[in-house]
């Protein structure tokens, strides 16, 4: 579990990252390797639904982020090469971040267990006594609704959380005339 801790770790770095530097897209990038950090953890706690929902919402909110901030900061600084100086630290980053990434989830995903193993009997017992005990007529809604409503519920949440931070960075942006 000594993944866990090198992973808070990385979050905390990138969270103090995040609310000390001045770079806006930095900012985001830090924000995104937050989050991703999050979902490994889902993977190696054995959360791979949470943490699909986890990517999914991150990588649209980075990418949301990171159009935004290009969009309405107006810079020209450029170094050797045409390549704007505020691009390259964030760039860097996030490739660093992306290789980390990569490894940390190859590593957590050979660990799951094999499908069918004892850590599924719980899964076998939803699909087996499902219709029986909820007197649903479909299955998948009986385990997603009946069996594991407030798992659904945080995904939900997740979501709708999501959404609404977009808009209203929207909306805002919207509102200054900017973009």
Known sequence: MIELYVL??????AALVAIQIKDLLAAAVALGIVGFSV???FILLQAP???IVQIV??????????AVILRTTNTDTTI?????RELVFPAVVYGVFCVVFLAVVGRALAELPVFGSPTMLVAREYIA???????AAN???AIILDFRGYDTLG???VLFTAVVGVLTIMRRAGRTGRG
């Open 139 to 141: 299955v998948v809604a």
């Open 80 to 84: 050797a090469g045409g390549l704007k």
């Open 49 to 51: 639904d949470l943490a």
């Open 129 to 135: 006594l499902g219709l029986e005990k909820t007197g």
């Open 39 to 41: 979902a490994i953890m």
């Open 57 to 66: 919402v991150e990588t649209l909110t980075v990418v949301f982020f990171a």
């Open 8 to 13: 808070l770790a990385a979050m905390l770095v």
């Open 155 to 157: 995904e939900a949440t």
